[in-house]
């Protein structure tokens, strides 16, 4: 679909001229219904953008969840940040002074990576489904925490904590 757009007919579109850093696709977070979302660790900051409620049966089943990722991947591409952040359904800005630390769990022999913000309030937390290379997203990540001081680290395992995922629960 987006072969098809010129995409030099959205330059005089007004911008944020938010640079973006680090860029992590495709993360689910919740347990009835998941929510899809985007990670930007940009130059202002960290913007989570949620934009996709999938229930089981008519989100998973019927591969809702691939369609919104891919549909969101493609604005992005086409448009930026500054389309994507508009099209989600909630936007969440970290300054990235209380960021206390970033987690890639590499999911283990079993699992799924998960990616794990800790700040100075909630944790938030997000299973990464695309085919996320651990390597080179931590290696991104890592370039904007040494621009912006904090720590992310590779963690072995599934990344499950029922004591945090507990805690998270309660404060959202």
């Known amino acids: 679909m987006s072969e098809n757009i010129d995409s030099d007919a959205f330059d005089d579109l007004p ?15 919740g347990s009835f219904p998941l929510r899809i979302a985007e990670l930007f660790f940009a130059s202002d900051g960290l913007h989570i953008v949620e934009y996709a409620y999938i229930t089981p049966l008519f989100g998973l089943g019927t591969r809702k969840h691939k369609r919104e990722a891919k549909t969101m991947r493609s604005i992005y591409d086409v448009h930026g940040l500054d389309e994507v952040l508009l099209h989600g359904d909630s936007v969440t800005w ?29 944790t938030y937390a997000y299973r990464l489904h695309g085919d996320p290379d651990t390597e080179s997203l931590i290696a991104d990540i890592d370039d904007s ?4 001081g904090f720590s992310v680290e590779l963690v072995s395992g599934v990344g499950f904590a029922p004591r945090e995922n507990i805690r998270q629960f309660f404060s959202r």
């Open 94 to 122: 970290l300054n990235y002074d209380t960021l206390d630390r970033i987690a890639v769990h590499d999911g283990g022999w079993m699992g799924r990576p998960k990616i794990t913000i800790s700040t100075d309030g909630p």
């Open 15 to 29: 911008s944020t001229d938010i640079e973006v850093e680090a860029h992590v696709h495709f993360g689910m977070t």
């Open 145 to 148: 925490a040494e621009r912006h």
